[in-house]
C-alpha cells in the first residue's frame, strides 16, 4: 500500500445530486447535539455506554439477525460450553473450526482445541460436520416463519441446505452445526456465535455462563448475492480497515464485497502496464485528505481474507465517466488530450475516457485484464453511471465494447444501471440503485437476460443521512433510518422485474464524507443487518416489530466488540434499569 500528498482541490465545483422524495419521519427521540468528528462520536460513545446497557437477557433461539428460515426451541435442551470442550470436525471444515475457536477463545478463555475426525462422534461438545444436501431446495419464502417449527426437516441430508444452508441443533449433550459446503458450516458458526451471551464479543476473558438456548435451526439464503459496498476512491481507506469491514459482512452472513476502486478523485489499484495510474492518479482524494493505493499484494491480502470468510470481492474500475483521475495519469486517453487538474472536491458526471480513440479500449483491454486476474471471484463491475458528458449513441458504443473486454477475460459483467440500455451479454448482472421502481429500460434488460442486483438509494445507500442532525452522509435521497433500510422487498421492488430475475442486494456506502473506519462503522450499524436479513431471510419472516427487537440485542454485542455504531431512537436498545438519565431509555451508546 503507498500514499502519496494530496493535490489541492481544483476542477469543477460541486453540484447538487437530482433530488428525491424523502420518506416521512416517524417520531424521533431527541438527541444531544451531533458531533462533528469521528473522534468526537468515539468520545460521546464512550460516555455513554458507562452504564447504559442493561445485563443482557438470555439469549432466545429465534433472536438471530439474519432471521433463520426455521427455529425449533427446546427450552429442556439448553447446552453450557465447558472449560474442556472441543471443536470436533471433519477435514473439510478445519478451516472455519479454526476460526470459530479463534471467535470464542479471547472471552472463554478456554483451549477449544480442534481435533481432526472424520466421523464426528455424537458426544462431541461441538461438532462440525459436512454431508450432502440432496434434496433440491424448496422455492424461495416456503419455509415456516421465524419461530415456526422445523417440522419434518429431517437429517441434514433432507434439508435442502443447498450451497450456503447449514442445520444446528443444541442439545443439553451438546451442539452439533451440519452443512453441505464449508460456506454453510461457516454461516452456521456465525449463527451460533449469535446465540451465546453478548460478552462473548469480549477480547478479554470474562466471567460468565457460556449457554446456548436448545433447539434446532435449519437455515438457507432467499439470495445468492448478498454484499456491501465500500468506496475507497473518495477517501482512501487501507488495507486494515478493509479487513474489518469484511468481518462486519460475515457476521451478517453477507457474501460479497464490492470495492469502488476507481474515481474522479482517486485510483486505488496498481496496474503494472499502467503505472502512473497508481502513482500519479492514486495521489489524490476528497478534500485534500492523504490519497493512496492497494499494490498487487495489498489486493491479493484483501481477496485471501475475504474468501476465508466466505466473502466474495466484486472490484469496480469505473468507465466511462468518474475518470479524471486517470485522465490526470493518462492524458492521451482524455477528449482534449490535455492532462485535467487533479480532482478533490464531490461534484460528478463531468469527466470521460474518449470513446473515439483506439486507445481508449487498450487502456480498458489492460485495466480490466489485470484487474480480471488478481481476482478469483466471477464478477467485475464496469460503473457506467454518470457520464452525462457522452453521447447516448457513443455511450451505447462503449458499453458494448467494454462489456465484450470484460467478458474475454472470463468474468461477468456487472454496472450500475445506467449500463441497461446496451446490448445484453451472457450472465450480466445490472446493479439498480433508483429511488423509483418504475425504470423501464431496466427491466427491459432484464427481459433480454440481465439479472438485478438491488440497491435503492433510498433504502440501501449507507450514505444517506439516518436523521436531519446526523453528522456526516448525504440526503439527495432522502432519509434513511433503520425502518426504512428494512422496510422493502427486494423481490417486488422494480416494476416488470420477476423475483427470479433478482439475483440478490447490496448496500453501497459511499465516502464523499466518510473518512475513518469509526466513520464507516457509525453509517453502517445498525443499518446493514436490516439489508442483511432482507438479502438471506425468507419473506414470511419479515416483520419490522420483531426484527427492531432481535436487533436491540446485538447493541450490547457490538459494544463488547468495540464496533462504533448509531443509537438510533427507533431501536429499543437494552437501557440502565436503574436511574438513567432523563431521555436516554432505549437508547444504546456507540463506542469506538
Given at each position: 500500500?503507498?500514499?502519496?500528498?494530496?493535490?489541492?482541490?481544483?476542477?469543477?465545483?460541486?453540484?447538487?445530486?437530482?433530488?428525491?422524495?424523502?420518506?416521512?419521519?416517524?417520531?424521533?427521540?431527541?438527541?444531544?447535539?451531533?458531533?462533528?468528528?469521528?473522534?468526537?462520536?468515539?468520545?460521546?460513545?464512550?460516555?455513554?455506554?458507562?452504564?447504559?446497557?442493561?445485563?443482557?437477557?438470555?439469549?432466545?433461539?429465534?433472536?438471530?439477525?439474519?432471521?433463520?428460515?426455521?427455529?425449533?426451541?427446546?427450552?429442556?435442551?439448553?447446552?453450557?460450553?465447558?472449560?474442556?470442550?472441543?471443536?470436533?470436525?471433519?477435514?473439510?471444515?478445519?478451516?472455519?473450526?479454526?476460526?470459530?475457536?479463534?471467535?470464542?477463545?479471547?472471552?472463554?478463555?478456554?483451549?477449544?482445541?480442534?481435533?481432526?475426525?472424520?466421523?464426528?462422534?455424537?458426544?462431541?461438545?461441538?461438532?462440525?460436520?459436512?454431508?450432502?444436501?440432496?434434496?433440491?431446495?424448496?422455492?424461495?419464502?416456503?419455509?415456516?416463519?421465524?419461530?415456526?417449527?422445523?417440522?419434518?426437516?429431517?437429517?441434514?441430508?433432507?434439508?435442502?441446505?443447498?450451497?450456503?444452508?447449514?442445520?444446528?441443533?443444541?442439545?443439553?449433550?451438546?451442539?452439533?452445526?451440519?452443512?453441505?459446503?464449508?460456506?454453510?458450516?461457516?454461516?452456521?458458526?456465525?449463527?451460533?456465535?449469535?446465540?451465546?451471551?453478548?460478552?462473548?464479543?469480549?477480547?478479554?476473558?470474562?466471567?460468565?455462563?457460556?449457554?446456548?438456548?436448545?433447539?434446532?435451526?435449519?437455515?438457507?439464503?432467499?439470495?445468492?448475492?448478498?454484499?456491501?459496498?465500500?468506496?475507497?476512491?473518495?477517501?482512501?481507506?487501507?488495507?486494515?480497515?478493509?479487513?474489518?469491514?469484511?468481518?462486519?459482512?460475515?457476521?451478517?452472513?453477507?457474501?460479497?464485497?464490492?470495492?469502488?476502486?476507481?474515481?474522479?478523485?482517486?485510483?486505488?489499484?496498481?496496474?503494472?502496464?499502467?503505472?502512473?495510474?497508481?502513482?500519479?492518479?492514486?495521489?489524490?482524494?476528497?478534500?485534500?485528505?492523504?490519497?493512496?493505493?492497494?499494490?498487487?499484494?495489498?489486493?491479493?491480502?484483501?481477496?485471501?481474507?475475504?474468501?476465508?470468510?466466505?466473502?466474495?470481492?466484486?472490484?469496480?474500475?469505473?468507465?466511462?465517466?468518474?475518470?479524471?483521475?486517470?485522465?490526470?495519469?493518462?492524458?492521451?486517453?482524455?477528449?482534449?488530450?490535455?492532462?485535467?487538474?487533479?480532482?478533490?472536491?464531490?461534484?460528478?458526471?463531468?469527466?470521460?475516457?474518449?470513446?473515439?480513440?483506439?486507445?481508449?479500449?487498450?487502456?480498458?483491454?489492460?485495466?480490466?485484464?489485470?484487474?480480471?486476474?488478481?481476482?478469483?471471484?466471477?464478477?467485475?463491475?464496469?460503473?457506467?453511471?454518470?457520464?452525462?458528458?457522452?453521447?447516448?449513441?457513443?455511450?451505447?458504443?462503449?458499453?458494448?465494447?467494454?462489456?465484450?473486454?470484460?467478458?474475454?477475460?472470463?468474468?461477468?459483467?456487472?454496472?450500475?444501471?445506467?449500463?441497461?440500455?446496451?446490448?445484453?451479454?451472457?450472465?450480466?448482472?445490472?446493479?439498480?440503485?433508483?429511488?423509483?421502481?418504475?425504470?423501464?429500460?431496466?427491466?427491459?434488460?432484464?427481459?433480454?437476460?440481465?439479472?438485478?442486483?438491488?440497491?435503492?438509494?433510498?433504502?440501501?445507500?449507507?450514505?444517506?443521512?439516518?436523521?436531519?442532525?446526523?453528522?456526516?452522509?448525504?440526503?439527495?435521497?432522502?432519509?434513511?433510518?433503520?425502518?426504512?433500510?428494512?422496510?422493502?422487498?427486494?423481490?417486488?421492488?422494480?416494476?416488470?422485474?420477476?423475483?427470479?430475475?433478482?439475483?440478490?442486494?447490496?448496500?453501497?456506502?459511499?465516502?464523499?464524507?466518510?473518512?475513518?473506519?469509526?466513520?464507516?462503522?457509525?453509517?453502517?450499524?445498525?443499518?446493514?443487518?436490516?439489508?442483511?436479513?432482507l438479502g438471506w431471510s425468507p419473506r414470511s419472516t419479515h416483520d419490522w416489530a420483531g426484527f427492531r427487537e432481535r436487533l436491540a440485542g446485538h447493541g450490547p454485542r457490538w459494544t463488547a466488540a468495540g464496533i462504533t455504531f448509531h443509537p438510533a431512537p427507533e431501536i429499543p436498545w437494552p437501557a440502565r434499569r436503574e436511574g438513567s438519565p432523563a431521555g436516554t431509555a432505549g437508547r444504546a451508546p456507540a463506542t469506538a
Amino acid at each position: 500500500m503507498s500514499t502519496n500528498p494530496a493535490v489541492p482541490e481544483t476542477g469543477p465545483q460541486p453540484r447538487p445530486r437530482p433530488a428525491a422524495d424523502a420518506p416521512d419521519p416517524s417520531p424521533r427521540v431527541d438527541l444531544p447535539a451531533a458531533p462533528a468528528t469521528a473522534a468526537e462520536l468515539a468520545r460521546v460513545a464512550a460516555d455513554r455506554a458507562t452504564g447504559q446497557l442493561a445485563p443482557p437477557a438470555p439469549v432466545r433461539l429465534q433472536d438471530v439477525v439474519p432471521a433463520p428460515a426455521q427455529v425449533r426451541p427446546d427450552p429442556s435442551g439448553d447446552f453450557t460450553l465447558p472449560p474442556d470442550a472441543a471443536i470436533r470436525v471433519g477435514p473439510a471444515g478445519r478451516d472455519v473450526a479454526g476460526q470459530l475457536a479463534d471467535w470464542l477463545r479471547p472471552a472463554t478463555g478456554y483451549p477449544l482445541p480442534v481435533t481432526d475426525h472424520a466421523e464426528p462422534g455424537p458426544d462431541a461438545p461441538l461438532t462440525l460436520t459436512l454431508s450432502p444436501a440432496t434434496a433440491p431446495p424448496a422455492p424461495a419464502g416456503d419455509a415456516p416463519a421465524d419461530g415456526a417449527p422445523a417440522g419434518d426437516a429431517g437429517p441434514a441430508d433432507r434439508a435442502a441446505l443447498g450451497d450456503e444452508g447449514y442445520r444446528l441443533d443444541v442439545t443439553g449433550g451438546g451442539v452439533r452445526i451440519t452443512a453441505a459446503t464449508p460456506a454453510g458450516l461457516f454461516h452456521g458458526t456465525q449463527t451460533l456465535r449469535q446465540l451465546l451471551p453478548a460478552a462473548i464479543e469480549s477480547a478479554t476473558p470474562v466471567a460468565e455462563r457460556w449457554v446456548l438456548p436448545g433447539g434446532t435451526i435449519v437455515d438457507r439464503p432467499r439470495f445468492a448475492y448478498r454484499g456491501a459496498m465500500l468506496d475507497v476512491a473518495r477517501h482512501f481507506f487501507g488495507v486494515d480497515d478493509v479487513l474489518r469491514v469484511v468481518d462486519h459482512l460475515a457476521r451478517y452472513k453477507l457474501n460479497h464485497l464490492h470495492l469502488h476502486l476507481t474515481d474522479d478523485q482517486g485510483w486505488r489499484i496498481a496496474v503494472d502496464s499502467r503505472p502512473r495510474l497508481a502513482e500519479v492518479g492514486g495521489a489524490t482524494a476528497v478534500g485534500g485528505a492523504p490519497g493512496g493505493w492497494y499494490t498487487r499484494d495489498d489486493y491479493r491480502r484483501i481477496v485471501a481474507y475475504a474468501a476465508r470468510r466466505h466473502v466474495t470481492v466484486v472490484p469496480e474500475i469505473d468507465l466511462p465517466g468518474h475518470t479524471n483521475a486517470a485522465l490526470v495519469a493518462c492524458p492521451e486517453l482524455a477528449p482534449g488530450k490535455t492532462a485535467p487538474p487533479p480532482y478533490t472536491g464531490t461534484d460528478v458526471g463531468f469527466s470521460y475516457l474518449d470513446p473515439d480513440d483506439e486507445r481508449t479500449y487498450a487502456f480498458v483491454a489492460d485495466v480490466v485484464g489485470e484487474v480480471a486476474a488478481l481476482t478469483p471471484g466471477p464478477w467485475l463491475h464496469l460503473g457506467g453511471d454518470e457520464a452525462f458528458k457522452v453521447p447516448a449513441e457513443s455511450y451505447r458504443a462503449f458499453v458494448d465494447r467494454a462489456q465484450a473486454l470484460v467478458a474475454a477475460t472470463g468474468k461477468t459483467v456487472v454496472g450500475w444501471h445506467q449500463i441497461a440500455p446496451a446490448g445484453h451479454v451472457d450472465g450480466r448482472v445490472v446493479q439498480w440503485w433508483g429511488t423509483n421502481g418504475d425504470d423501464p429500460e431496466t427491466a427491459d434488460a432484464v427481459r433480454r437476460g440481465a439479472r438485478l442486483v438491488l440497491s435503492p438509494g433510498n433504502h440501501a445507500y449507507l450514505d444517506m443521512k439516518y436523521a436531519p442532525d446526523t453528522p456526516i452522509g448525504h440526503d439527495w435521497a432522502g432519509l434513511v433510518d433503520v425502518r426504512r433500510a428494512y422496510e422493502w422487498d427486494p423481490g417486488a421492488h422494480v416494476h416488470g422485474v420477476p423475483a427470479e430475475a433478482v439475483l440478490g442486494v447490496e448496500a453501497p456506502l459511499w465516502t464523499e464524507s466518510v473518512t475513518t473506519r469509526a466513520e464507516i462503522e457509525f453509517m453502517m450499524f445498525p443499518r446493514l443487518p436490516a439489508v442483511a436479513e432482507l438479502g438471506w431471510s425468507p419473506r414470511s419472516t419479515h416483520d419490522w416489530a420483531g426484527f427492531r427487537e432481535r436487533l436491540a440485542g446485538h447493541g450490547p454485542r457490538w459494544t463488547a466488540a468495540g464496533i462504533t455504531f448509531h443509537p438510533a431512537p427507533e431501536i429499543p436498545w437494552p437501557a440502565r434499569r436503574e436511574g438513567s438519565p432523563a431521555g436516554t431509555a432505549g437508547r444504546a451508546p456507540a463506542t469506538a
